[in-house]
T-cell receptor, first 115, second 109 residues
């Protein structure tokens, strides 16, 4: 059982380049989300999805796009990378998005550096 | 606004007990989570409280007071492997998580 798989683990981009962070889960979870983690700050929600075909914005969505064509996959696209997007990105999933006891399962993280 | 406060860093001795506090302000409340995050790794779930009181799970316990907007994580019989960051997160009325910046716990022999 792989859980949540994120790729790549490390990536260096130049300003203006685009890229996609991949996320896949094999637990049949309805809820998937993307966070960024920066030093001295809490996890910040970028985008989330409560099921295939449904996506919504989180706290810091600017500069990022997502799609959810299948239950398993939730890619995060950086449209035109900026140095402010240098961060560690985590994909996380849970059984549903509308229950208090939902425990998030996180991917291993993707460390992105934008020069 | 919504806010979570927890200490930035704490130091404790191997074998001792440490309490990590967390205060929260949210629009509505659907529970309080604690996650552990080792350096360079992903957060992993430790505990969930939605009712007042203490939940014990082995060496780790978590307490919640909804009226005070307060929780703590209690770690007993500290081991070197407990050196990690501990993240407090409160769930608001829309089931969105508000995260604290984390408490880095340093264990000394």
């Amino acid at each position: 059982n792989a859980g949540v798989t994120q790729t790549p683990k490390f990536q260096v981009l130049k300003t203006g380049q685009s890229m996609t962070l991949q996320c896949a889960q094999d637990m049949n979870h309805e809820y998937m989300s993307w966070y960024r983690q920066d030093p001295g700050m809490g996890l910040r929600l970028i985008h989330y999805s409560v099921g295939a075909g449904i996506t919504d914005q989180g706290e810091v969505p600017n500069g990022y796009n997502v799609s959810r064509s299948t239950t398993e996959d939730f890619p995060l696209r950086l449209l035109s990378a900026a140095p402010s997007q240098t961060s560690v990105y985590f994909c996380a999933s849970s059984p549903t998005g509308d229950s208090g006891a939902n425990v998030l399962t996180f991917g291993a993280g993707s460390r992105l550096t934008v020069l | 606004g919504q806010n979570i406060d927890q200490p930035t860093e704490m130091t404790a001795t191997e074998g001792a007990i440490v309490q990590i506090n967390c205060t929260y302000q949210t629009s509505g409340f659907n529970g309080l989570f604690w996650y552990q995050q080792h350096a360079g790794e992903a957060p992993t779930f430790l505990s969930y409280n939605v009712l007042d009181g203490l939940e014990e799970k082995g060496r780790f316990s978590s307490f919640l007071s909804r009226s005070k907007g307060y929780s703590y994580l209690l770690l007993k019989e500290l081991q070197m492997k407990d050196s990690a960051s501990y993240l407090c997160a409160a769930m608001d009325s829309n089931y969105q998580l508000i995260w604290g910046a984390g408490t880095k716990l340093i264990i000394k022999p």
